[in-house]
């Protein structure tokens, strides 16, 4: 079975500062990695993914992430953050070959303030 | 073009009362999930179907839950009867194949109320 725990709850950040928001899975078989985000009252939406070739992955809004297989972590990453990316990211995995079934890590709040 | 449409967006109801969820997936996807998101937690899948064809639903409550896909492009997710611990926000998610390398697009989902 797969799992994912997503370190740190919450996470307030200054807005133009750098973020990091940590993931780390468990899995005995080879898995593709995700962050999703989820603005308030809204759907998810994917930021990024990870199914193979290099560790570092660029998403949209300038986010990335970067899989680290020894450390089974897939931590995301902005460099500078703004306001309007104030909500919930979640990260997921898939098990190769299970048909897109996503599991999902509790989620992380991110909140920027000005 | 429309993403994937859920209706209703809230829904409160009695404990034992019947519900249902209605999900449009975006045109052209052939697989449909739906997932259920509790307070304070990650989605959880409840089941995916191929098509009319649900593949797994290894995950739904089956003595109150049910699902259907007629005709392979909207669904109906139903609980009868509902139960206190089943508030909570009901996604459904579309792909256009099984293959997680296509992106999995979610609709806005329906945030369910059982008092």
């Known amino acids: 079975a797969q799992s994912v725990t997503q370190l740190d709850s919450q996470v307030p950040v200054f807005e133009e500062a750098p973020v990091e928001l940590r993931c780390n899975y468990s899995?005995?078989?080879?898995?593709?990695l995700f962050w999703y985000v989820q603005y308030p009252n809204q759907g998810l939406q994917l930021l990024l993914k990870y199914l193979s070739g290099s560790t570092l992955v660029k998403g949209i809004n300038g986010f990335e992430a970067e899989f680290n297989k020894s450390q089974t972590s897939f931590h995301l990453r902005k460099p500078s953050v703004h306001i309007s990316d104030t909500a919930e990211y979640f990260c997921?995995?898939?098990?190769?070959?299970?048909?897109?079934?996503?599991?999902f890590g509790k989620g992380t709040k991110l909140s920027v303030k000005p | 073009e429309a993403g994937v449409v859920q209706s209703p967006r809230y829904k409160i109801i009695e404990k034992k009362q019947p519900v249902a969820f209605w999900c449009n997936p975006i045109?052209?996807?052939?697989?449909l999930y739906w997932y259920r998101q509790n307070l304070g937690q990650g989605p959880e899948l409840l089941i995916r179907?191929?098509?009319?064809?649900?593949?797994?639903d290894s995950q739904l409550p089956k003595d109150r839950f049910s699902a259907e896909r007629l005709k392979g492009v909207d669904s109906t997710l139903k609980i009868q009867p509902a139960e206190l611990g089943d508030s909570a926000v009901y996604l459904c998610?579309?792909?256009?194949?099984?293959?997680?390398?296509?992106?999995?697009?979610f609709g806005q989902g329906t945030r369910l109320t059982v008092v």
């Open positions: 899995s005995s078989v080879s898995v593709y």
């Open positions: 997921a995995v898939s098990r190769v070959g299970s048909q897109g079934n996503l599991i």
């Open positions: 179907y191929e098509n009319e064809e649900a593949v797994d």
């Open positions: 045109s052209g996807h052939n697989t």
């Open positions: 998610a579309s792909t256009l194949g099984g293959d997680m390398n296509t992106e999995a697009f």
